[in-house]
């Protein structure tokens, strides 16, 4: 415990952990541009200037709200010998209880049911990314349309071949393609608002209260949906072990959370300018000419930092559990 302890308090932040944080810790909330913007304005309904700026002002603030302030400031706090993720917050809950006591036995269900929430989420992540970055080459054929699930699969099939060289060997690779991604996806949003700065009222939260409060019958339906911008955020505390807690902060706050707000906004100020929903409106920031580029780009190297979140999720799971036993047993 004592060798943990100094281990986990000696550790300093580097430029290449910070990197490799990039590319693991956000490997899936950096995917969620794709779908989650045209998700969340399909389950809004009618498509107006009203709707699209409420999306945007929703998911800003579940961003600032449930990353930002519900983990980077809060729950990142609650290590566990410099380890973070259910159990590990499950043995700092043992801790302060009575072995037997009802309120333990509570505990016990809870972390249950959180764990198996959470390969739950590591299961369906791998499969949502990877179709979302697959469907953007029908804006290159309309005809691959019939291709895209033959893909998909192929795709997993490969990725989860491909896991027995190693978590170590696959993971190293992340970092810098997703710091690629992720000022892809700032530059590309930074043009849109640009053509149309008027977007960026959407930051003012009365906008999503707005659309709520119009449309109460789809209501919870947008949550649903918005909800798909933060899927993810967990992963900031369950690999907080792998990089400590100053290389995930300091990735989100530098580059992760600002580029993902330029490209929604940016996505927006796109739709605004159109008039009209629009398909994969992350694919149409970016231009013409590159496109095909950028489709074979996302498909090669997006979906590998996502699956790879999902295997790192689960190795760091597996590490908090470990680092549950001994407290669990001098309880």
């Not at 798909?228 to 400590?244: C, I, N, P």
């Not at 790192?312 to 549950?324: D, E, F, K, N, Q």
Request: proline share 5%; hydrophobic share 55%.
């Amino acid at each position: 415990m004592r060798a943990t302890q100094a281990v986990n308090g000696a550790r300093r932040w580097s430029l290449s952990a910070v990197v490799g944080a990039t590319g693991i810790v956000y490997g899936d909330i950096g995917t969620s541009p794709l779908y989650a913007m045209e998700e969340s304005l399909n389950a809004a309904g009618a498509f107006n200037t009203e709707a699209v700026l409420g999306v945007l002002s929703l998911i800003f603030w579940s961003l600032a709200i449930s990353v930002t302030l519900k983990y980077v400031s809060v729950i990142m706090r609650a290590d566990n010998d410099g380890e973070g993720g259910i159990l590990a917050l499950f043995a700092l809950a043992k801790r302060g209880l009575i072995a037997g006591s009802a309120w333990s036995r509570v505990v016990i269900v809870l972390a249950l049911a959180g764990t198996a929430f959470f390969f739950c989420d590591a299961l369906i992540t791998p499969a949502i990314s990877v179709l979302g970055a697959v469907e953007g080459l029908e804006l290159l054929d309309p005809g691959f349309e019939r291709a895209v699930i033959p893909v998909t699969l192929g795709v997993l099939t490969g990725l989860f071949a491909y896991q027995r060289r190693g978590t170590a060997r696959v993971a190293s690779l992340f970092g810098p393609v997703m710091v690629v991604w992720f000022v892809a996806l700032a530059a590309t949003g930074t043009i849109a608002i640009g053509r149309n700065p008027h977007v960026l009222v959407a930051v003012d939260p009365l906008y999503g209260i707005a659309l709520l409060s119009h449309r109460p019958d789809v209501a919870l339906a947008i949550i649903g949906a918005v909800f798909l911008a933060v899927t993810g955020g967990e992963a900031l505390y369950a690999d907080m072990g792998h990089f400590g807690k100053e290389p995930v902060r300091i990735a989100w706050f530098a580059l992760v959370w600002p580029a993902l707000i330029i490209n929604y906004y940016g996505q927006g100020a796109l739709l605004l300018e159109a008039g009209k929903p629009i398909s994969h409106p992350l694919y149409l920031l970016v231009p013409p000419s590159l496109l095909p580029w950028v489709s074979c780009e996302v498909i090669r190297i997006l979906v590998f930092p996502s699956w790879a979140g999902s295997l790192i999720w689960s190795v760091g799971l597996l590490r908090s559990s470990t680092a549950s036993c001994a407290p669990c047993h001098r309880a």
